[in-house]
Protein backbone atom coordinates (compact mmCIF):
# COMPACT_ATOMS: atom_id res chain seq x y z
CA UNK A 1 0.00 0.00 0.00
CA UNK A 2 1.76 3.04 -1.12
CA UNK A 3 2.07 5.31 1.67
CA UNK A 4 0.73 8.59 1.05
CA UNK A 5 -0.71 11.69 3.31
CA UNK A 6 -4.41 10.14 3.07
CA UNK A 7 -2.62 6.13 3.70
CA UNK A 8 -1.68 7.71 7.36
CA UNK A 9 -4.38 9.67 8.41
CA UNK A 10 -6.23 6.42 7.20
CA UNK A 11 -3.72 4.03 9.54
CA UNK A 12 -3.87 7.20 11.98
CA UNK A 13 -8.14 6.63 12.15
CA UNK A 14 -7.81 3.26 13.27
CA UNK A 15 -5.23 3.34 15.81
CA UNK A 16 -7.40 6.17 17.19
CA UNK A 17 -10.60 3.84 17.34
CA UNK A 18 -8.97 1.25 18.92
CA UNK A 19 -7.50 3.22 21.86
CA UNK A 20 -10.80 4.29 22.70
CA UNK A 21 -12.26 0.97 22.58
CA UNK A 22 -9.49 -0.43 24.57
CA UNK A 23 -9.68 2.81 27.32
CA UNK A 24 -13.56 1.90 27.24
CA UNK A 25 -12.81 -2.03 28.17
CA UNK A 26 -13.73 -3.30 25.10
CA UNK A 27 -10.18 -5.54 23.94
CA UNK A 28 -12.59 -7.34 21.22
CA UNK A 29 -13.78 -3.81 19.45
CA UNK A 30 -10.45 -2.65 19.57
CA UNK A 31 -9.10 -5.70 18.36
CA UNK A 32 -11.30 -5.76 15.70
CA UNK A 33 -10.44 -2.19 14.47
CA UNK A 34 -6.82 -2.77 14.25
CA UNK A 35 -7.30 -5.88 12.33
CA UNK A 36 -9.37 -3.87 9.98
CA UNK A 37 -6.33 -2.08 9.60
CA UNK A 38 -4.04 -4.75 8.98
CA UNK A 39 -6.12 -5.69 6.19
CA UNK A 40 -5.36 -2.74 4.26
CA UNK A 41 -1.50 -2.01 5.80
CA UNK A 42 -1.04 -5.91 6.83
CA UNK A 43 3.33 -4.57 7.24
CA UNK A 44 2.59 -1.59 9.54
CA UNK A 45 4.53 -1.22 12.64
CA UNK A 46 2.37 0.79 14.37
CA UNK A 47 -0.49 -1.47 14.17
CA UNK A 48 1.33 -4.49 14.60
CA UNK A 49 2.89 -3.14 18.02
CA UNK A 50 -0.42 -1.55 19.56
CA UNK A 51 -2.64 -5.31 18.49
CA UNK A 52 0.50 -6.65 20.59
CA UNK A 53 0.26 -4.53 23.73
CA UNK A 54 -3.04 -4.86 23.55
CA UNK A 55 -3.59 -8.41 23.53
CA UNK A 56 -0.79 -8.89 26.02
CA UNK A 57 -2.14 -6.40 28.31
CA UNK A 58 -5.93 -7.55 28.22
CA UNK A 59 -4.61 -11.33 28.80
CA UNK A 60 -6.14 -12.73 25.18
CA UNK A 61 -4.27 -15.80 24.21
CA UNK A 62 -4.01 -15.38 20.63
CA UNK A 63 -2.14 -17.75 17.91
CA UNK A 64 -1.28 -14.58 15.68
CA UNK A 65 1.37 -13.02 17.95
CA UNK A 66 3.85 -15.05 17.07
CA UNK A 67 3.57 -14.21 13.16
CA UNK A 68 3.39 -11.03 14.43
CA UNK A 69 6.80 -11.18 16.37
CA UNK A 70 8.62 -12.63 13.48
CA UNK A 71 7.17 -9.42 11.73
CA UNK A 72 7.86 -7.05 13.83
CA UNK A 73 11.65 -8.83 14.08
CA UNK A 74 12.40 -8.90 10.62
CA UNK A 75 11.72 -4.89 10.51
CA UNK A 76 14.00 -4.29 12.78
CA UNK A 77 17.21 -5.84 10.74
CA UNK A 78 16.56 -2.70 8.33
CA UNK A 79 16.29 0.15 11.05
CA UNK A 80 19.57 2.13 11.90
CA UNK A 81 20.06 2.14 16.10
CA UNK A 82 19.54 5.59 16.49
CA UNK A 83 16.06 5.24 14.59
CA UNK A 84 13.15 5.66 17.84
CA UNK A 85 11.22 2.86 15.72
CA UNK A 86 13.55 0.03 16.62
CA UNK A 87 12.59 1.30 20.29
CA UNK A 88 9.17 0.65 19.97
CA UNK A 89 9.21 -2.31 18.58
CA UNK A 90 11.99 -3.38 20.88
CA UNK A 91 9.37 -2.67 24.15
CA UNK A 92 6.52 -4.57 22.41
CA UNK A 93 9.15 -7.70 21.54
CA UNK A 94 10.03 -7.05 25.37
CA UNK A 95 6.73 -7.32 26.86
CA UNK A 96 6.36 -10.61 23.95
CA UNK A 97 9.28 -12.08 26.06
CA UNK A 98 8.02 -11.47 29.62
CA UNK A 99 4.76 -13.06 28.93
CA UNK A 100 5.47 -16.05 27.53
CA UNK A 101 9.41 -16.59 26.99
CA UNK A 102 12.18 -15.47 29.37
CA UNK A 103 10.50 -13.55 31.74
CA UNK A 104 14.11 -12.31 32.71
CA UNK A 105 15.44 -11.85 29.70
CA UNK A 106 12.44 -9.82 28.56
CA UNK A 107 12.53 -7.36 31.64
CA UNK A 108 16.44 -6.63 30.44
CA UNK A 109 15.09 -5.92 27.09
CA UNK A 110 12.01 -3.16 28.66
CA UNK A 111 14.90 -1.90 30.85
CA UNK A 112 17.09 -1.06 27.63
CA UNK A 113 13.79 0.19 25.83
CA UNK A 114 13.08 2.48 28.79
CA UNK A 115 16.91 3.39 28.99
CA UNK A 116 16.91 5.26 25.42
CA UNK A 117 14.37 7.91 27.48
CA UNK A 118 12.24 7.20 24.08
CA UNK A 119 10.41 4.24 24.72
CA UNK A 120 6.81 3.92 23.83
CA UNK A 121 4.23 4.58 26.59
CA UNK A 122 3.34 1.64 26.99
CA UNK A 123 6.58 0.32 28.03
CA UNK A 124 6.18 2.98 30.98
CA UNK A 125 2.92 0.62 32.39
CA UNK A 126 4.44 -2.48 31.31
CA UNK A 127 7.57 -1.39 33.37
CA UNK A 128 4.91 -0.28 36.25
CA UNK A 129 3.50 -3.55 36.49
CA UNK A 130 6.40 -5.45 36.71
CA UNK A 131 7.66 -4.00 39.42
CA UNK A 132 4.36 -4.65 40.96
CA UNK A 133 4.53 -8.07 40.61
CA UNK A 134 7.64 -8.09 41.98
CA UNK A 135 6.50 -6.40 45.14
CA UNK A 136 8.78 -3.48 44.70
CA UNK A 137 6.29 -1.08 45.40
CA UNK A 138 7.52 2.32 45.77
CA UNK A 139 9.38 2.22 42.43
CA UNK A 140 5.97 0.45 41.14
CA UNK A 141 4.21 3.42 42.33
CA UNK A 142 6.38 5.73 40.80
CA UNK A 143 6.17 4.67 37.33
CA UNK A 144 2.28 4.40 37.63
CA UNK A 145 2.30 7.56 38.56
CA UNK A 146 4.72 8.84 35.59
CA UNK A 147 1.96 6.34 33.07
CA UNK A 148 -1.11 8.44 34.70
CA UNK A 149 0.29 11.54 34.28
CA UNK A 150 1.21 11.02 30.87
CA UNK A 151 -1.94 9.88 30.04
CA UNK A 152 -4.84 10.76 32.93
CA UNK A 153 -7.27 9.44 31.09
CA UNK A 154 -6.23 5.81 30.50
CA UNK A 155 -7.72 3.38 33.35
CA UNK A 156 -4.54 0.74 33.00
CA UNK A 157 -2.13 2.56 35.25
CA UNK A 158 -4.91 4.00 37.55
CA UNK A 159 -6.03 0.48 38.10
CA UNK A 160 -2.47 -0.82 39.14
CA UNK A 161 -1.73 1.81 41.38
CA UNK A 162 -5.20 0.96 43.28
CA UNK A 163 -3.54 -2.36 43.73
CA UNK A 164 -0.44 -1.26 44.74
CA UNK A 165 -2.22 -0.05 47.78
CA UNK A 166 -4.54 -2.69 48.19
CA UNK A 167 -1.22 -4.87 48.93
CA UNK A 168 -1.29 -3.23 52.49
CA UNK A 169 -4.20 -3.75 55.20
CA UNK A 170 -4.02 -0.05 56.34
CA UNK A 171 -7.37 1.74 55.92
CA UNK A 172 -5.92 4.83 55.10
CA UNK A 173 -3.80 2.62 52.06
CA UNK A 174 -7.45 1.08 51.16
CA UNK A 175 -9.55 4.09 50.94
CA UNK A 176 -6.99 5.78 48.49
CA UNK A 177 -6.92 2.44 46.72
CA UNK A 178 -10.82 2.18 46.38
CA UNK A 179 -10.92 5.94 45.19
CA UNK A 180 -8.52 5.14 42.38
CA UNK A 181 -9.98 2.05 41.38
CA UNK A 182 -13.44 3.91 41.53
CA UNK A 183 -11.84 5.99 38.86
CA UNK A 184 -10.12 3.83 36.79
CA UNK A 185 -13.67 2.10 36.47
CA UNK A 186 -15.55 5.39 35.35
CA UNK A 187 -12.95 5.92 32.71
CA UNK A 188 -13.87 2.91 31.30
CA UNK A 189 -17.36 3.30 31.26
CA UNK A 190 -17.73 0.22 33.87
CA UNK A 191 -16.58 -1.84 30.94
CA UNK A 192 -13.39 -3.14 32.11
CA UNK A 193 -13.34 -6.41 33.88
CA UNK A 194 -9.97 -5.65 35.75
CA UNK A 195 -10.70 -2.11 37.27
CA UNK A 196 -14.33 -3.42 38.11
CA UNK A 197 -12.79 -6.79 40.02
CA UNK A 198 -10.04 -4.72 42.10
CA UNK A 199 -12.68 -2.26 43.05
CA UNK A 200 -14.57 -5.34 44.36
CA UNK A 201 -11.72 -6.95 45.99
CA UNK A 202 -10.82 -3.72 48.05
CA UNK A 203 -14.41 -3.44 49.09
CA UNK A 204 -14.34 -6.60 50.07
CA UNK A 205 -11.33 -6.03 52.28
CA UNK A 206 -13.32 -2.65 53.62
CA UNK A 207 -15.98 -4.75 55.09
CA UNK A 208 -18.22 -3.55 52.69
CA UNK A 209 -21.01 -6.56 51.35
CA UNK A 210 -23.22 -4.63 49.47
CA UNK A 211 -20.49 -3.07 47.25
CA UNK A 212 -18.84 -6.21 46.52
CA UNK A 213 -22.66 -7.82 45.25
CA UNK A 214 -23.28 -5.00 43.11
CA UNK A 215 -19.48 -4.93 41.50
CA UNK A 216 -18.82 -8.97 41.39
CA UNK A 217 -22.47 -9.05 39.15
CA UNK A 218 -20.92 -6.38 36.59
CA UNK A 219 -17.66 -8.74 36.79
CA UNK A 220 -20.01 -11.62 35.79
CA UNK A 221 -21.51 -10.14 32.57
CA UNK A 222 -18.10 -8.52 31.91
CA UNK A 223 -16.04 -11.81 32.12
CA UNK A 224 -19.07 -13.57 29.79
CA UNK A 225 -18.04 -11.07 26.92
CA UNK A 226 -14.62 -11.36 27.65
CA UNK A 227 -15.08 -15.45 26.96
CA UNK A 228 -16.34 -14.21 23.35
CA UNK A 229 -13.27 -12.25 22.72
CA UNK A 230 -11.10 -14.51 21.49
CA UNK A 231 -13.07 -17.39 19.99
CA UNK A 232 -14.27 -13.60 17.89
CA UNK A 233 -10.66 -12.19 16.78
CA UNK A 234 -10.05 -16.02 15.62
CA UNK A 235 -12.88 -15.57 12.71
CA UNK A 236 -10.27 -13.25 11.12
CA UNK A 237 -6.79 -15.03 11.62
CA UNK A 238 -6.50 -15.86 7.76
CA UNK A 239 -6.83 -12.32 7.45
CA UNK A 240 -3.59 -11.26 9.22
CA UNK A 241 -1.34 -14.15 8.76
CA UNK A 242 -1.63 -13.62 4.93
CA UNK A 243 -3.68 -16.83 4.24
Known amino acids: ?5 SSVAMRDAYLL ?3 VQDILGRPDKA ?86 GRAPYDAVILRGERLLEQNRIIQAR ?23 YFRFDDFVE ?10 ASKLSNWKNIHCVEILSKICGAKGDPLSVELYDEMCLRLRKRYSLVSSALSHNEKLVLGQ
Not at 109 to 114: E, F, P, T
Open 1 to 5: FPVTI
Open 17 to 19: QAK
Open 31 to 116: MQSLLEGLEIFPDDMKILVTYFHYALFNGLDDSRLPAFKQRLALQKQDIILDDDRRVIIDAALAHYEICYGDAESGDRMLARALAT
Open 142 to 164: EQLTRAVQLAPRNPRPMKLLAES
Open 174 to 183: LDWAEQLAMQ
